[in-house]
């Protein structure tokens, strides 16, 4: 019998953790190297006074075809968003949701000022055109920015503005809604068939989720990789130990491991999240706050899941700048704090953390659905967001093709 090669992974975040699973599921053993304390690369959580507060504004749509098949959610703690959003403007709210899965906010919606009745009835065919139109389809349609496709759907830049604007501004972390249409079409149509949640435990839980599913796979974490060695297969790490493995999945930020691999991705999108606590709060919906004020700073606003927070203890408000700034950390913070007193009626406010986060998410100019260039050489493969478009859905894809190409690979140099 033929012995099962030995694979490394580097990088223990979704895509690497998906790659494990499948390889676990062909007969294999990885070993997992994870450069930080703990799992999950970009999908972070601390829990800090009962809350978790995720590193980033980051919400997990249940209708993502591979969360589906890599995540059992019913066996998850989740907290539902509500579908829409309440719109903060000149101190005042207003509620656009999505009456058909919500009749409660029919009223609400209709009246809201934050869309035309004309856009209103856009927004319903939009939603019936994309329930409808395939993912295959919608990556396969010529790519334009989402503006542009916004404008020549007919929606008014009323609704662009106070609607559109803002809520895309939070997913693709970029006020000029220059990302590729097919991204719109794909992150709508997933909105509008499941449901945006946030794990009790946080973000995070959906990395410790795929960590759990793990039978044999071997975790090794603060095991900083400095240095592929390409000619035989040595894993150099920052503590001095050197690992050979028969194949290397990369599985994290290659472009000082592997530099001459090129991806798309040659530069990385950034954002900003600041934790206020409050004595309350505002609106006691679940919908997401969108702030569409042009002078206001701060992009999103939503309440945080508590854990195990003292009754009494207020409420954990996050924040999201996406907006170009020049305000150091203190500017940031008075800033946020005007504008969810001015704009979003938030009083007696106090600071508690402030996150920058430099690699949010990959800028990637024209996306797709199936990662790209999974194979560097014949025993190095790689995976991440990076290959395909930025989303969780599309780095636990890229774990999956980055293993399948791998023991696709192997099976014709054994078979000849």
Request: glycine share 6%.
């Amino acid at each position: 019998m033929l012995k099962t090669p030995s694979v490394c992974i580097i990088g223990a975040g979704a895509a690497g953790l998906t790659a494990a699973r499948v390889l676990e599921e062909n007969g294999y053993t990885p070993l997992l190297l994870e450069a930080v304390a703990k799992i999950g690369g970009r999908v972070k959580t601390a829990i800090i006074e009962g809350y978790a507060r995720d590193l980033g504004f980051q919400v997990l749509l249940t209708a993502y075809p591979a969360v589906n098949k890599y995540l059992d959610l019913g066996s998850m703690k989740l907290n539902y968003f509500q579908p829409g959003a309440v719109i903060f403007n000149g101190g005042k709210q207003s509620v656009l949701g999505d009456p058909l899965r919500q009749p409660s906010m029919l009223f609400k919606t209709l009246m809201s000022s934050a869309a035309t009745v004309k856009d209103k009835l856009l927004v319903y065919r939009l939603t019936s055109q994309l329930k409808a139109k395939s993912i295959e389809a919608i990556f396969a349609s010529q790519e334009v920015s989402t503006l542009e496709y916004l404008k020549s759907y007919g929606f008014s830049n009323v609704v662009i503005e106070k609607f559109f604007r803002p809520f895309f501004t939070g997913i693709y972390l970029e006020d000029k809604l220059s990302t590729s249409s097919r991204m719109f079409e794909f992150i709508y149509k997933m909105f509008s068939q499941g449901s945006a949640v946030v794990p009790k435990n946080g973000i995070q839980d959906v990395a410790q989720h795929l960590a759990n599913s793990l039978k044999r796979s071997i975790i090794r974490t603060r095991a900083l990789v400095v240095k592929i060695d390409k000619e035989n297969n040595s894993i150099y790490l920052l503590d001095g130990d050197v690992i050979k493995s028969d194949y290397i999945i990369v599985a994290t930020n290659c472009d000082k491991l592997l530099l001459d691999f090129k991806t798309q991705a040659t530069s990385w999108k950034k954002c900003t999240t600041l934790y206020f606590k409050a004595t309350k709060r505002v609106s006691n919906s679940q919908l997401i706050g969108l702030v569409t004020d042009a002078e206001a700073l701060i992009n999103t606003v939503s309440y945080v899941p508590g854990i195990a927070a003292k009754e009494g203890a207020g409420v954990m408000i996050l924040v999201t700048v996406v907006k170009d700034n020049t305000l150091d950390d203190n500017g940031l913070v008075q800033r946020s704090i005007a504008d969810l007193e001015n704009f979003c009626g938030f009083s007696n406010l106090n600071f508690v953390k402030l996150y920058h986060i430099n690699k949010a998410l990959p800028d990637i100019k024209s996306v797709s659905y199936i990662p790209q260039n999974v194979v560097f050489s014949e025993s190095i493969f790689v995976a991440g967001d990076a290959l395909a478009n930025g989303s969780l859905n599309a780095a636990l894809l890229s774990g999956e093709e980055a293993a399948k190409a791998h023991i696709t690979h192997h099976l014709s140099v054994v078979n000849g």
